[in-house]
C-alpha cells in the first residue's frame, strides 16, 4: 500500500461515550506512533510501539487512553468516557524499525476527534 | 519534559520573499527534523539534520543543525504559492528504545500574492 491510513478521517461523539480510531501502517514498517494535536499546536507524543509491544506508554494523557497493536500492524487507539478536553487530531506514523537515527517517521492524515 | 521553542509563530510575506525560522531548545537531540503539514493532513518530512553543525539543503529548503545540538533553523528562498502551511521542527532522541519525537509549536507562513 501507500501510506500511513487513518479512520474514520472525522468522529464526532457526545461526552461520556467510548471512541476508537485505527491506524494501518505502511507495509513492513515494525514502529508505529501515536500523537495528539490539539488545534494550532505541535504534536504531543502519547505512545509507540515496537512489533505488538509498546514499551513506552508515557505519554498516554489519563488512564482513559489505551492502545493495542495486533499482527504487527494495525493498531487502535480507544478513547473510554470522552471529554471535551480530548478534541483534537489523533495522528498516527509509521517508521521501518525504531531505535536507530534516521529512521523517518511516516505520519497518516489523522482523525479529527470532537467531543460535544 | 524536553520542550521546543519554535519562532515566528507566524509569518505574513509577499510572494518571492526569502523566510527564516528557528528552533530553540534547553535539551539537547541527536536528530533535527523538519516538518510541513498541509490543512487535513499529518506533517511531512522536509529536511532531516543527523550532525551538530551539518547544513543541508532540499531544493529552496536549506537547515542547520546547530553547534550546540540544542537548535536549528530553517530557511526558505524565493517563496511560492505552495509553501503556504505551517512548518513545525522536531528533536528526535532515543527513550526506551524508541526515536522519540518532540515537537516544536509550529510556524504558519501565509504568502500574499
Known amino acids: 500500500g501507500a501510506g500511513v491510513s487513518q479512520s474514520p478521517s472525522n468522529k464526532v461523539t457526545e461526552k461520556g461515550k467510548d471512541v476508537e480510531l485505527r491506524c494501518d501502517p505502511i507495509s513492513g514498517h515494525t514502529a508505529l506512533y501515536w500523537y495528539r494535536q490539539s488545534l494550532g499546536q505541535g504534536l504531543e507524543f502519547l505512545i509507540y510501539?515496537?512489533?505488538?509491544?509498546?514499551?513506552?506508554k508515557s505519554g498516554l494523557p489519563s488512564d482513559r487512553f489505551s492502545a493495542e497493536r495486533t499482527g504487527g500492524s494495525v493498531s487502535t487507539l480507544t478513547i473510554q468516557r470522552t471529554q471535551q478536553e480530548d478534541s483534537a487530531v489523533y495522528l498516527c506514523?509509521?517508521?521501518?524499525?525504531?531505535?536507530?537515527?534516521?529512521?523517518?517517521?511516516?505520519f497518516g492524515p489523522g482523525t479529527r476527534l470532537t467531543v460535544l | 519534559g524536553q520542550q521546543l521553542n519554535q519562532s515566528p509563530q507566524s509569518m505574513f510575506i509577499q510572494e518571492g520573499e526569502d523566510v527564516s525560522m528557528n528552533c530553540t531548545s534547553s535539551s539537547i537531540f541527536n536528530t533535527w527534523l523538519w516538518y510541513k503539514q498541509d490543512p487535513g493532513e499529518g506533517p511531512v518530512l522536509l529536511i532531516a539534520?543527523?550532525?551538530?553543525?551539518e547544513l543541508t539543503s532540499n531544493g529552496r529548503l536549506t537547515a542547520q543543525f546547530g553547534t550546540t545540538r540544542k537548535d536549528s533553523f530553517l530557511n526558505i528562498s524565493a517563496s511560492i504559492p505552495s509553501d503556504v502551511g505551517i512548518y513545525f521542527c522536531a528533536g528526535q532522541l532515543l527513550i526506551q528504545g524508541a526515536q522519540k519525537l518532540v515537537f516544536g509549536q509550529g510556524t504558519r507562513l501565509t504568502i500574499n500574492p
Open positions: 506514523a509509521s517508521s521501518l524499525v525504531s531505535g536507530r537515527a534516521g529512521d523517518t517517521q511516516y
Open positions: 510501539f515496537q512489533g505488538n509491544s509498546a514499551p513506552d
Open positions: 539534520l543527523y550532525k551538530a553543525g
